[in-house]
């Protein structure tokens, strides 16, 4: 079936540090890929989605590029802040008979300090 | 503002005693889902709706009940045949139809549910 592999965390950066998340899927057809953060005790938000082959998602100084020949959604940051420690979830759209589901990877936890 | 709310934020469930977790959205979505997470961990699917009156089992449904009488109501009811309900759990919804936004699930904030 479909999953979402997520590179294990926690990940620890010193503020204004380039932060990689690494997402890879496996998938029959050509799901939507989607990256959302959950600050602590709150829900989940959409950071960013893109919809097919080669689309670039980007929201708030973060980017992730839909590679299908590596099948991979990698999240990317230039610089990142102390205001972006929070767990980040990679998630794919998953239909099955009928029914509209997404799929999460385990969650990367990123630690940014000062 | 259209949103998802969920009642309460805290909960504590005492042995043997069934509990309702409110969730109730204003964004005219047809589906929504309840996910349980647990500490340190990913989300996990309990139930979906895709529209009123009609729900599916997810992947960890036992000890856990659902109704979906009203679009814009989704009640979760942890029974006491859950022996481990201990967690964070999440309710979202979607949009059906075409769009930018189709398929993204939108979140509420959550209810931790602790066991007395």
């Known amino acids: 079936g479909n999953s979402v592999t997520q590179m294990e965390g926690p990940v620890t950066l010193s503020e204004e540090a380039f932060l990689t998340i690494n997402c890879t899927y496996t998938a029959t057809g050509y799901p939507s890929l989607f990256w959302y953060v959950q600050y602590p005790g709150e829900g989940l938000q959409l950071l960013l989605k893109?919809?097919?082959?080669?689309d670039k998602g980007s929201n708030k100084g973060f980017e992730a590029t839909y590679r299908k020949e590596t099948t991979s959604f990698h999240l990317e940051k230039g610089s990142v802040q102390v205001s972006d420690s929070a767990v980040y979830f990679c998630a794919l759209s998953d239909v099955q008979g009928g029914y509209n589901k997404l799929i999460f990877g385990a969650g990367t936890r990123l630690a940014v300090h000062p | 503002d259209g949103g998802i709310t969920q009642s309460p934020k805290y909960l504590f469930r005492k042995e043997g005693q069934n509990v309702t977790l409110s969730c109730e959205q204003n964004l005219n979505h047809d589906a929504m889902y309840w996910y349980r997470q647990d500490p340190g961990q990913g989300l996990r699917l309990i139930y979906y709706s895709q529209i009123v009156n009609d729900f599916q089992k997810g992947d960890i449904a036992e000890g856990y009940s659902v109704s979906r009488e009203k679009k814009e109501s989704f009640p979760l009811t942890v029974t006491s045949a859950q022996k481990n309900p201990t967690a964070f759990y999440l309710c979202a919804s979607m949009g059906q139809g075409t769009g930018t936004m189709v398929e993204t699930q939108y979140f509420g904030p959550g209810t931790r549910l602790l066991v007395l």
């Open positions: 893109a919809t097919k082959a080669d």
